[in-house]
């Protein structure tokens, strides 16, 4: 342990000229993320848990094929039948978009970085690009691991979809932008809640219990309601073949973006007034 | 340099900060000094643009904090809470911060060799001890290498090693004309490591002088008298110009006069003594006292002055 200590002696910082940039923000909040070890088990927890519950989804569906309905059998949509582990995938990723701001919170290390970085919209704005970044590239990588493991395993007689075939690609390119901006709307809510636990229960709650309260209401209120809810539009965006009362793929996804930009505007509101 | 001006901070029924303004100079050690809650930590996080003022502002270097071009390379801190992600090696923690600003990866290492961390640099900071994680928060606050730096509480819970390693850096960075601003509630502490002193109570400027002449000021000498005449002899002293206060069991606080002098007026007028001891007040009990009730101070400790007789 040093017992006297020379400051002076040791390498100095380059004379302080210019400003803080966005690419050193963005920098940082890329080292910050790959740094800490829930980033890389949350990531891959979205992987397994995607392509995994993809591929017992269509093992169960190849063994009960033969016991399965005409009707069954003329809705059947192997593309959305592979992509169905987003619906569970999704809480993996809203996980990590709320821990990317929350555990700065919890940490006491977001006042380390507004000292370091003042300009709060620009600190909010660099860690969703870099959150987004990352959400997106690996939420479209396992997606599209999901779709092409789950269509090897349904065989004969069982049909199976290819990406040239109408609409496949864009379910399948689909389920990973709904899955990165989902993670966005997360990260909005961490920032907003500011606690790992509210934020993550807050997030859960739009996404299975907002469903689960609308069955309490008439049958016409619930077609009418159903199809703003993030799950009907993560439905649509996976299909290929679309059902009635619900928004078309693009819509609903325009929807969710929606959602997503009015949830960050508040959070990028809050972040500017409120303490740190 | 670092302003503070009609500086105001209330949360919610809480008056934190109350109209406080002060100024820390550079080449100094200025030592922050205040009983718990009374706005200390509040007041630097409003230095660091970390909590907004209700009302008045903060300057550093003449400038808001949100202005400067790039802020760790001008004021480096040092917070009270632990601002450091645990699952995160020391090195990554510096290394994100440094990005931020500019700052090149042989500082990152440079600070670290300098509060003695180099060789658990990949360690996540989680497993630090105490007086490691002190000194990964002192590493971050020297990290922009800057002109001003502010401490809260760096000695908290340290052991006696770690306290004289933060005061020698203190003092040492003070002594490259730097400006350094650090609280602490113990004035023991901050009588060995401050040049100058600015105290608040209750979140109101009580003191902003220089070490010395707080010292002077409170450190208040007297010598404690008991004779069983003691009426007599209040009136001699008073007479040989000294300030007599009874105290409440009956003994004389006399100042204004030497213990020796005293004796000697008390022989030639023929009176025993059953004690003649010279007493000073700490500068801790002085501090107190100065803070214990803030509302009531009304800005003038006159040196020498004698003990409230019903202490
Ligand atoms: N974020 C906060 N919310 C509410 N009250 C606070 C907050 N921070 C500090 N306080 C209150 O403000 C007063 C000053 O606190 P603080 O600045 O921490 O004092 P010190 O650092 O001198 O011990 C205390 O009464 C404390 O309870
Ligand atoms: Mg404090």
Redesign the interface.
């Known amino acids: ?8 002696t ?5 004379p ?6 966005p690419a ?2 963005l ?3 890329w ?2 993320l790959r ?4 980033t890389v088990w949350s990531l891959l927890a979205l992987a397994v848990i995607t392509v995994g519950m993809g591929a017992l989804i269509c093992a169960a569906t190849v063994s009960r094929w033969s016991s399965s309905g005409p009707l069954e059998r003329l809705h059947f949509d192997p593309t959305g039948r592979s992509l169905r582990g987003i619906f569970l995938a999704q809480l993996a990723i809203g996980v990590l978009g709320i821990l990317a701001v929350t ?2 919170y919890g ?13 709060r919209p620009l600190v909010l704005a660099a860690k969703a690009a870099v959150f987004g970044a990352v959400a997106l590239v690996v939420s479209e990588v396992v997606t599209f691991a999901a779709f092409l493991v789950g269509q090897s395993l349904l065989t004969s007689p069982v049909p199976h979809a290819t990406l040239g075939q109408p609409g496949v690609l864009r379910a399948v390119a689909g389920g990973g932008l709904y899955l990165a901006v989902l993670g966005l709307l997360a990260l909005g809510l961490g920032s907003i809640i500011r606690h790992t636990a509210g934020a993550i229960s807050t997030f859960v709650a739009i996404l299975l219990i907002l469903p689960l309260l609308l069955q309490a209401f008439p049958a016409s209120v619930q077609t009418a309601l159903s199809k703003f809810l993030p799950l009907t539009i993560a439905g649509s965006m996976i299909s290929v073949q679309q059902t009635a009362d619900t928004f078309s793929p693009w819509a609903g996804f325009g929807l969710l973006c929606a959602y997503t930009a009015a949830i960050l505007a508040v959070a990028g509101v809050l972040f500017v ?1 409120r ?2 | 340099m670092i302003q503070a001006e009609a500086l105001t901070k209330r949360y919610g029924d809480t008056l934190a900060v109350d109209d406080l303004s002060f100024e820390v100079r550079p080449g100094r050690v200025t030592g922050f000094l205040g009983p718990n809650g009374s706005g200390k930590s509040t007041t630097m ?1 409003m230095i ?5 003022p209700t009302a008045g502002r903060t300057m550093v270097n003449g400038r808001r ?2 202005d ?8 480096g ?1 040092l ?1 009270e ?9 020391a090195y ?1 923690h510096l ?3 440094a ?6 990866r ?2 990152v290492d ?2 670290l ?4 961390l180099e060789d658990v640099a990949r360690k996540r900071a989680g497993t630090f001890s105490l007086g490691m994680g002190q000194r990964l928060g002192m590493a ?1 606050a ?1 990290l ?2 800057p002109g001003v730096l502010l401490f809260d509480e760096p000695v908290n819970g340290l052991d006696p ?1 770690g306290i ?2 933060v005061r ?2 203190l003092r ?2 003070a002594a ?1 004309g730097r400006t350094v601003f650090v609280s602490s509630h113990l004035m023991s502490e901050m009588a060995l490591t401050a040049d100058h002193l600015v105290v608040i109570g209750r979140g109101r400027l009580i003191a902003d002088m220089p070490m010395a002449e707080f010292v002077a000021q409170s450190s208040r000498q007297f010598v404690r008298v008991r004779a069983p005449a003691s009426t007599d002899l209040a009136g001699l002293l008073q007479r040989a110009g000294a300030t007599v206060v009874p105290e409440a069991d009956g003994a004389l606080a006399v100042s204004g006069m030497a213990a020796p002098a005293i004796g000697e007026a008390a022989a030639a007028a023929g009176l025993v003594l059953h004690e003649l001891s010279p007493q000073s007040a700490s500068l801790e009990e002085a501090f107190m006292e100065l803070t214990a009730d803030s509302v009531e101070y009304r800005g003038d400790v006159p040196a020498g002055a004698v003990p409230d007789p019903t202490r």
């Open positions: 342990m040093p017992t006297a200590t020379a400051p002076a040791v390498p100095t910082v380059p302080a000229t210019g400003r803080l940039s050193g923000v920098r940082s909040e080292t910050k740094s800490v070890r829930s555990s700065e940490t006491g290390m977001i006042r380390a970085t507004l000292a370091a970085v003042p300009n007034r303490d740190a | 996080r660091m643009g970390l909590d907004h904090y949100g400067l071009g790039y802020p760790l390379r001008e004021v801190a917070l809470a632990k601002a450091v992600h645990p699952g995160r090696s990554n290394w994100c911060l990005q931020t600003n500019g700052i090149p042989t500082r440079a600070v060799q300098l509060v003695g971050a020297l922009g290498d090693e004289r390693w020698n850096l040492g960075l490259e």
